[in-house]
């Protein structure tokens, strides 16, 4: 009876070590992302609630979507963005993306994991790569499916037709504790991507 006991209280300790270690990582990854956006990103950006505030006419900004996920659209003031169909649950849009494993630096070509950009494609088959199996064909997503990730799913709600979009995603909003092709389990990633079109359904 006393080495069940102890088993169980490892088991319990085991959890809540491994519990505050991924906390640990979320945090960290949080607050790298935040002060990325707020120092480092061109152009640098502030928080959507401090926006009314700013000393400048349409200060660019990002918006915390959930606990994990930052976006920043870059079209966000362009002329005529909302007269264009706008993203909602259930619609089909299709996207021209790059995606990156996030370091808390700018992404870069060596953290891209994967593409459907043409001429991103063209410029690392220049640099070696072998982008036989890579398409350049829009993804296409229906919003609701849960076909790609939550963290990009969350980040298309609300946003329009031709916007040009990034998104940045601690672990637990991107591929979680799964390790997915070359990108490490618990990574945060980031996703830029442009709306090329939204179908209402």
């Known amino acids: 009876m006393r080495l069940i006991i102890m088993a169980l209280a490892a088991m319990c300790l085991t ?22 956006l707020t120092s480092s990103h061109n ?25 994990s996920t930052y976006r920043y659209i870059a079209t966000y003031y362009d002329a ?12 089909e849009v299709e996207l021209i993306f790059e995606a990156y494993e996030f370091t808390g630096n700018t992404p870069s070509l060596n953290a891209l994991y994967y ?29 609701g499916s849960g076909d790609i990730i939550k963290g990009v799913e969350a980040s298309l709600i609300d946003c329009h037709e031709g916007d040009i979009v ?3 995603m601690a672990f637990d909003t991107a ?7 070359v990108v490490p389990s618990k990574s945060s ?8 079109s939204v179908t209402k359904n």
């Open 43 to 67: 152009p640098r950006l502030i928080a959507k609630e401090e926006v009314p505030n700013a000393m400048v006419a349409n200060p660019p900004f990002y918006e915390r979507l959930n606990t």
């Open 175 to 181: 591929y979680d504790k799964h390790v997915v092709g």
């Open 115 to 143: 593409t459907n950009n043409a001429d991103v494609i063209a410029k690392l088959a220049e640099e070696g790569l072998n982008t036989e199996f890579w398409s350049a064909e829009p993804l296409k997503v229906k919003i």
């Open 15 to 36: 959890l809540v070590v491994g519990c505050n270690e991924e906390d640990t990582v979320l945090t960290s990854q949080q607050e790298q992302i935040v002060r990325y």
């Open 80 to 91: 005529g963005r909302n007269a264009k169909r706008q993203v909602a649950a259930g619609d």
């Open 189 to 196: 990633v980031v996703w830029a991507y442009q709306i090329m």
């Open 166 to 168: 990034e998104v940045y």
